[in-house]
């Protein structure tokens, strides 16, 4: 009795093609359509998916995803605030939106309309006799809005830059979240302070400065947690805080609160145990957020007693 010739094997997920290939894990004939390249030899697409499902994703040092690297947070603000600038120019009624108005010696942009409703105001008229604005008056969401708003493109520029260094070094280090956290509530804990410091008729106070502020702080603790060498940080952050003091027209309650609050976010997130890391950092976060609350609400029935 003659012995039948061998069958050619098949690609499981494709009867009709012929293959030779199998996959490594589960060694079923796969075509090359069905390939998945491994780190030896290939493996087919539900095996990949298995292993996709069963691995557990990489994080940071402070539990932030790897996604972070790519710096896609960092990007967006920078986006955002070009937009805001955008939108701020194209609502001036005058050509000083983008270069010649009163502050930096003439260099930054004078205010605009979208600046004067998105601006820290703490209780004014834009008008003699007209109606009240301001945080005090209920309008909150200054607060967030003003660390969006720039006076003129120097100004804009400036605050891109540093976003650009320390953003994406400290997205890396924290992943997206994190780093979008720790953002916006040194940008806020900038402008609450410029709230309480200020006086309450005093013009919008505009700026990303209050969230950069706050990086330079994180930087120098991440790096300190990490182990790292902060010795070319601390003259940058000496540097930019000279300037805030010597340069009139610049928001100084603004840029230490930014530095105190980005300063108390990091250590935070720096040094939360890790067994409960997630946990300790939402409640940290929680709390500067009630602290800041409190505080506007104090300053708040100050400004209207």
């Not at 920078?78 to 003439?106: D, H, Q, T, Y």
């Not at 004067?116 to 209780?123: F, S």
């Not at 952050?237 to 603004?254: E, Y």
Request: proline letters at 5%; one cysteine or more; hydrophobic letters at 50%.
């Amino acid at each position: 009795m003659s012995e039948s010739p061998p069958t050619t094997p098949v690609c499981y997920r494709h009867p009709g093609r012929e293959t030779y290939v199998r996959c490594t894990r589960c060694d079923r004939p796969i075509c090359p359509d069905c390939m998945r390249e491994a780190s030896v030899g290939h493996q087919c697409p539900e095996c990949v998916n298995e292993g996709r499902r069963s691995v557990r994703p990489a994080r940071t040092a402070f539990g932030g995803g790897m996604a972070g690297r790519h710096g896609y947070v960092t990007k967006g603000l920078i986006a955002l605030n070009l937009l805001f600038f955008l939108l701020s120019v194209a609502s001036a009624r005058s050509g000083n939106a983008v270069v010649g108005g009163s502050g930096l010696g003439g260099l930054a942009g004078d205010e605009t309309p979208l600046t004067r409703w998105g601006g820290v105001l703490g209780y004014a008229s834009y008008v003699a006799f007209g109606p009240v604005h301001g945080v005090a008056a209920g309008e909150w969401y200054r607060l967030v809005t003003a660390m969006f708003l720039h006076y003129g493109l120097l100004h804009l520029l400036l605050n891109m830059w540093a976003l650009w260094v320390l953003g994406r070094e400290l997205e890396g280090a924290l992943g997206r979240v994190r780093f979008l956290a720790l953002y916006l509530i040194a940008g806020l804990g900038g402008n609450v302070a410029v709230f309480l410091f200020s006086a309450p008729n005093q013009p919008p106070t505009v700026g990303a400065s209050t969230a950069t502020f706050g990086l330079f702080a994180a930087i120098f603790v991440i790096m300190r947690r990490l182990g790292r060498n902060t010795s070319a940080i601390v003259p940058i952050l000496v540097i930019n805080l000279v300037f805030t003091f010597a340069v009139p027209g610049i928001s100084k309650s603004g840029h230490l609160g930014g530095l105190v609050v980005g300063a108390l976010m990091a250590l935070v997130l720096a040094y939360a145990p890790r067994g409960r890391r997630t946990l300790v950092q939402v409640a940290g976060a929680a709390i500067i957020l009630a602290v800041m609350l409190a505080l506007v609400l104090f300053r708040t029935a100050q400004i209207l007693s």
